[in-house]
């Protein structure tokens, strides 16, 4: 029963990278069919498509009534973004903590997470709460998309998704392949990831809060890991801060505005007295370490990771 229910787990999350991928694909593609400018399409189908797997999780969690998965997915994905996501690449390529226009997103993200805390110290996010992260994710957008027709090599940076997305397809055929696995393949690994997550929580005797601070907050966190991981590999340790900060703003504003505007959200107990403290934690580590301007060395790697076990020990 256990072995099936991990299977079923890691079925779910592979279905739900290659489907958010997929469906990343074949929206670019058709925004390119339709003479979409690519500032839009990286900017809003690229930012939104590559968080449709934790956005499709929280809100089957929600709908089934797991809270602790809806938001353990969401500030466990945080706090591993941080922790996992910049330490990891570190040990093989210092990571520079400064980027051009990072400011104003690390306002956002610090803003978005005291917002979050705010309103998680209710003991639920409701509807309003959600169309208040969505407006704040508005201003976010409104600002990258004045900084980008302002700024030509920040234009140039944001118009280059194809850096993120290789083989985007040309024949419609295969486009709307990719759009057809994709819309169906999120909803089945999401049921899937939610599913298994459950029935491990119930077999380990744990809360499905743990399963989804730790595991489905894991799982969900692989594209960030491999795309820092391999950007690092290529020397190029740069782009991570900016996709740590831009992940983390997407994931409290986007996802957690769309799912209790769809769907209030009840905050288990240990979120809002525990992980949600170590996620403000991390996100102060973030704005400082980009204040300082200083590269997470190999030593810092490791001091990082070594962290993020320890939260994961505290957790379990």
Known sequence: MLIISFLILIAGLIL????????????????EKLKISPLIIGLTIVAFGTSAPELFVSLKAAFDGVY???????????????????GAPALISPIICKENGIGFSLAIMSVLTVLLMVMMATGALTHFDGLILLAVL??????????AHRDRAAQNA??????????????NSRIAACLLFGVIGLPIGASLTVHGAVDIARVFGVSET???????????????LVTTVMAAWRGNGAVAIGNVVGSNIFNIAAILGITSVLHPLFVPERI???????????????VILSMCARPITRVGGIIMLALYGLYIVLVL
């Open 158 to 171: 944001y118009s280059d998704y194809k850096d993120e997305i290789d083989d985007v397809p040309t024949e």
């Open 16 to 31: 739900l990278l290659f489907a958010g991928d997929y469906l990343v694909r074949g929206a670019v593609a058709l925004a």
């Open 138 to 147: 508005s201003v976010f957008l409104a600002w990258q998309f004045k900084r």
């Open 272 to 286: 809002a007295f525990f992980d949600m403290w170590v996620m403000a934690a991390a996100t102060a580590l973030v």
């Open 68 to 86: 602790g998965i809806a938001l353990g997915n969401i500030v466990g994905s945080n706090i591993a973004n941080v922790l996992l996501v910049l």
């Open 210 to 224: 743990i399963i989804g601070l730790t595991i489905v907050a894991i799982g969900t966190s692989l594209p960030e």
